[in-house]
């Protein structure tokens, strides 16, 4: 059978066609619909310029976010998911429901200067984890823990930060002062472009502690929690940036960019925690043969990954690197089913793992097929054995 046949009959099952066209289509209705609320106070000409005045930050984020999901890549429809789900749904939700708010507020006590403070975080944070929730329920063999939740989130984040960048650069080009216009995109688009991803990524972080293994009461605060840190974030951030340029300069500093170096050391543990697991879990076909010692560690450091793709590509270049790359995702894919077997989250069966192995088997094939035959090396203690991924077996 061919890899990409392999690769299809041991994937997750795909929604139903029914289900994707649906979930397609809502994210269309909502996005048309953010899109007309934003030209109608906007107009057409200021909101198409900011469309691409917007989209100048996503593509460093979005690579900086993926960056940090390479042990283990998530689904590219999944994280469209994200996406669209930030752009469309939550941003859709959060001008109606920030809206009719500041309404209610005004008539209830004449005073709405509260409302990005107090009603509004509460509000996006709500509809941004609610996107990162329905992965969690809908697609939870692919929601394996912190890293995932964190991968997710920045992706909401992302499209709900795109979406309201819109409305924002939209504005200042609807007030023909270039020099608004200037400090507009410099405080959202240079300056705080990981802002709502950081905040969302608190709840991705409580709801990937909370499909882990830790005790049930950490399980079930770990969401609440990091929804609350993430309005909070979002209230002080909000605060600042309506208290003058002082005030938001020294909250940047004190709080923000704290928080954002306290947010990559989470993510960087995460990650290394995820290593540690790839490498317990393929352990046990160590023992039973599917793979070598050395094989393993190239597969679980990011270390042993990189230098193995250099290996791979001075001598089996581009086509070699991609068939290096599957391998290790392939294995990877392995670890982290196992792992879900053995937190009881994915049953599996026999036969799907069977299914993953040959095609690990498959894929180290084709990849020492596209590699010279291997041959020892001379060095200072003599002839040595090629690197474990250039070996025939």
């Known amino acids: 059978m061919p890899v990409e ?22 994210l269309l209705v909502c996005g048309a619909l953010s899109f007309s609320a934003v030209t109608m106070e906007v107009g057409l000409s200021g909101a198409l310029p900011a469309l691409a005045l917007a989209a100048v930050p996503v593509g460093p984020v979005l690579a900086a976010v993926l960056w940090l999901d390479r042990h283990e890549a998530e689904p590219p ?50 509809l941004k984890g609610l996107g990162v929730l329905l992965l969690l329920l809908k697609q939870r063999r692919e929601f394996d823990g912190v890293v995932d939740g964190i991968v997710y989130a920045a992706f909401v984040g992302v499209g709900f930060a795109y979406l309201e960048n819109v409305l924002y650069l939209g504005r200042a080009l609807g007030d023909d002062e270039p020099a608004a ?37 950490v399980r079930a605060l770990a969401p609440l929690a990091g929804l609350v840190l993430a309005v909070g974030l979002h209230s002080l951030w909000n605060a600042s940036a309506s208290s ?121 094939a084709r990849l020492l097929a596209l590699l010279p035959p291997p041959r020892a090396v001379a060095g200072p203690a003599g002839p040595r054995e090629p690197e474990p991924w250039a070996r025939e077996r």
């Open 77 to 126: 429809h999944l994280l469209a998911f994200a996406f669209g789900w930030g752009a469309c749904v939550a941003s859709l939700g959060a001008l109606v429901l920030n809206s009719l708010s500041s309404k209610l507020l005004d008539r209830a006590v004449g005073d709405v200067t509260n409302t990005s403070v107090l009603v509004a975080p509460v509000v996006e944070e709500v």
């Open 244 to 364: 003058g340029v002082t005030a938001f300069v020294e909250l940047y500093l004190l709080l923000q960019v704290p928080v954002f170096v306290a947010a990559l050391g989470v993510a960087a543990a995460a990650r290394a925690r995820e290593a540690r697991l790839v490498d317990r879990c393929l352990q046990v076909y160590v023992r039973t043969g599917w793979l070598r010692p050395e094989e393993v560690r190239v597969l679980s450091t990011g270390s042993g990954r990189r230098a193995a793709r250099a290996a791979v590509h001075a001598a089996g270049g581009r086509a070699g690197v991609r068939a290096l790359r599957d391998f290790q995702e392939t294995a990877t894919e392995l670890a982290f089913r196992r792992d879900r077997m053995r937190r009881g989250t994915d049953p599996g069966s026999p036969e799907e793992e069977l299914a993953l192995l040959q095609r690990l088997a498959a894929e180290r």
């Open 181 to 217: 216009l200037v400090v507009v995109f410099v405080l959202r688009c240079v300056v705080s472009p990981f802002a709502h991803p950081l905040f969302t990524m608190a709840v991705g972080v409580g709801l990937g502690l909370a499909a882990g293994r830790g005790p049930a009461a």
């Open 5 to 26: 046949s392999e690769r299809a009959a041991v994937a997750a099952p795909a929604p139903r066609r029914s289900l994707l066209v649906l979930t397609v289509a809502v």
